[in-house]
């Protein structure tokens, strides 16, 4: 079997105080918040100690500890608590913790290359329009990794995270060229597991 195409870098966007719980309140709103602005002021041992404050009750906090502790910022650098920690955010329904969880596992960043495990991960995280989940889904779909090679499936997962500006998808669309009669016809044969082509919201 081919090997996986190049997976681009992480992105390291930080998840949204908009993904906390509503039913904590203000002063967790309050803390997550302050945790960003630690972190965009490169104070990222406060950023930490804050969310790590928070974690148990906001999944977003939750996804940003594994993300600190996945890239040793703040704190000492961890893959397996970071992958146990994306893991609870992922499994909280956090399309963020499932894209980062997949990616550490296609990369094995925490053992042996994982892509079975990755695979309902980019699913969940592609159907919620999250662009990396789109792009490293595309690849598995191009390359018949854990799916049947479809190559239709693969074109519309790039088009979905190029929409929302993803270079690496975009160049990638590029790299194909146009679509065969042959992809079209995949495109109507696609397995019902996978995923539309998603829109932007």
Same mark, same amino acid.
């Given at each position: 079997?081919?090997?996986?195409?190049?997976?681009?870098?992480?992105?390291?966007?930080?998840?949204t105080? &908009?993904?906390?719980?509503?039913?904590?309140g203000?002063?967790l709103?309050?803390?997550?918040?302050a945790g960003?602005?630690? /972190?965009?002021?490169?104070?990222?041992?406060?950023?930490?100690?804050?969310?790590s404050a928070?974690? %148990?009750?906001?999944?977003?906090?939750m996804?940003?500890?594994a993300? !600190?502790?996945?890239?040793?910022l703040?704190?000492a650098?961890?893959?397996?608590?970071?992958? %146990?920690? /994306?893991?609870?955010?992922?499994?909280?329904g956090l399309?963020?913790? =499932?894209? %980062?969880?997949? %990616?550490?596992?296609?990369?094995?960043?925490? &053992?042996?290359?994982?892509?079975?495990?990755?695979?309902?991960?980019?699913?969940a995280?592609?159907?919620?329009?999250?662009p990396?989940? =789109?792009?490293?889904?595309?690849q598995?779909y191009?390359? &018949?990794?854990?799916?049947p090679?479809? !190559?239709a499936?693969?074109?519309d997962? /790039?088009?979905?995270?190029?929409?929302?500006?993803?270079?690496e998808?975009?160049?990638?669309?590029? =790299?194909?060229?146009?679509?065969?009669?042959?992809?079209?016809a =995949?495109?109507?044969?696609?397995?019902?597991?996978?995923?539309p082509?998603?829109?932007?919201?």
């Open positions: 079997m081919r090997k996986l195409l190049p997976i681009m870098p992480l992105l390291l966007g930080l998840a105080a &908009g993904c906390a719980s509503d039913t904590t203000t002063s709103r309050s803390d997550f918040n960003v602005v630690a /972190y965009d002021a490169g104070d990222y041992a406060k950023a930490y100690k804050i969310w928070i974690d %148990d009750d906001d999944i977003a906090a996804r940003n500890v993300m !600190m502790r996945r890239q040793g703040g704190t650098k961890d893959p397996k608590g970071a992958e %146990d920690m /994306y893991l609870r955010a992922a499994e909280a399309p963020t913790a =499932q894209a %980062d969880l997949a %990616d550490m596992l296609i990369r094995g960043e925490a &053992g042996e290359p994982d892509f079975k495990r990755a695979l309902p991960l980019l699913e995280a592609a159907a919620a329009n999250h990396l989940a =789109q792009y490293e889904l595309a598995f191009e390359v &018949g990794q854990q799916v090679k479809n !190559m499936v693969a074109r997962l /790039y088009a979905a995270a190029a929409s929302h500006g993803m270079k998808a975009q160049a990638r669309l590029d =790299q194909l060229g146009p679509a065969s009669a042959d992809q079209a =995949q495109r109507s044969q696609a397995a019902p597991s996978a995923p082509a998603a829109t932007a919201h």
